[in-house]
Nanobody, 113 residues
Framework: VQLLESGGGEVQPGGSLRLSCVVS????????MGWYRQAPGKQRELVGS???????HYLDSVKGRFAISRDNAKNTVYLQMNSLKPEDTAVYYC????????WGQGTQVTVSS
């Protein structure tokens, strides 16, 4: 199983990024998937999730700014991040919710002026 996150970068506060997570070796169609993040010195936290039917849930601090979507045909999960804040700075990862596979390398998101 390989989880390959991409799309991170450095943006100014208020900017946007779209992260992608391509999953290989694991058919995610019937699984809830999530985006997680880990900031320096902090534990990894769940940012949001999407069920197999497309229902989404988000961490309170990102509600209204982040949106998760999925393309089952491409075995890919996305995270659209708008109105980014410095406190969103972290390494972002995708993985399952009820089933956790080996973590990928993640993609760094840095929000700084």
């Amino acid at each position: 199983v390989q989880l390959l996150e991409s799309g991170g970068g450095e943006v100014q506060p208020g900017g946007s990024l779209r992260l992608s997570c391509v999953v290989s070796g694991w058919n995610i169609t019937i699984y809830s998937m999530g985006w997680y993040r880990q900031a320096p010195g902090k534990q990894r936290e769940l940012v949001g999730s999407i069920s197999r039917t497309g229902n989404t849930h988000y961490l309170d601090s990102v509600k209204g700014r982040f949106a998760i979507s999925r393309d089952n045909a491409k075995n890919t999960v996305y995270l659209q991040m708008n109105s980014l804040k410095p406190e969103d700075t972290a390494v972002y990862y995708c993985n399952g919710i009820n089933i956790i596979k080996s973590w990928g390398q993640g993609t760094q998101v840095t929000v700084s002026s």
